[in-house]
């Protein structure tokens, strides 16, 4: 029953990201931790005919890139299993290309603390993973690094990621990170944003504890080589 519902969330959150505008097409992919697999939306499959039955799991251990089901995985399949592997407390990953992260992410800007929301990212900024073709472990190493205690990050010249502890949560950073983009871009066209200060977003980030809107980063773990 849990595996049916976590198959039928993603096809959900599939949809909702084009609906939401933070993605177009078949672009994004999402995926969610269950048990000891990784399931994940596959590759090439327009979202509205999208059925539960056709996402793809992937073993967590094991065989590094095996997977089962009709349909391939998504081609960003690396980075999603790395981040799982990597990282335990995130129990889903958004990825998409809304328009305001990706302009950010063409001109390979990162995003700074223009904004006290910043801090629902574990940090004083969401940075920029520098540029690598998509579906390769290069992508998904320069994922790992810019995700280190955060839990988004853009992809140079391509998109973004958001990671949460559950899909909800990874969609709603996914929106918010899309929404922040926006903030700054436009502040950028009237003189550019006064930004907060390091402490200004550790005292938000305290009370996002209380709030219960931001994960808390595990310790790294070395991701499994291919």
């Given amino acids: 029953m849990k595996d049916h519902q976590d198959r039928e969330a993603i096809v959900a959150a599939c949809r909702q990201m084009n ?51 009709p349909l391939k995985p998504s081609t960003e399949w690396r980075f999603h299993l790395d981040i799982m592997r990597a990282r335990p407390e995130v129990g889903a990953i958004v990825h998409s290309h809304p328009t305001y992260c990706t302009t950010l992410a063409i001109a390979r800007k990162e995003i700074p603390a223009c904004h006290y929301m910043i801090a629902a990212f574990g940090g004083t900024n969401v940075r920029c993973a520098p540029y690598a ?21 853009l992809l140079a010249n ?48 305290a009370k996002f504890a209380t709030y219960g809107l931001q994960d808390k980063p595990a310790a790294k773990k070395k991701a499994k080589a291919a």
């Fill in 158 to 205: 391509h998109g973004m990621i958001a990671t949460g502890a559950n899909l909800d949560k990874a969609m709603w950073l996914a929106v918010e990170l899309e929404t922040i983009a926006r903030q700054y871009y436009n502040s950028l066209l009237i003189g550019g944003p006064v930004l907060l200060s390091d402490a200004d977003i550790a005292e938000t980030a």
């Fill in 19 to 69: 609906a939401l505008g933070i993605n177009q097409g078949t672009s994004g992919n999402i995926s969610v931790r269950h048990g000891d697999a990784m399931l994940i939306s596959p590759s090439a499959t327009p979202y509205h005919s999208m059925r539960p039955e056709e996402i793809a799991a992937m073993p967590l251990e094991g065989e590094y890139g095996a997977w089962s089901g």
């Fill in 133 to 153: 073709t998509f579906g390769t472990k290069e992508l998904s190493v320069h994922a790992l690094a810019a995700l280190e205690g955060r839990t988004a990050c």
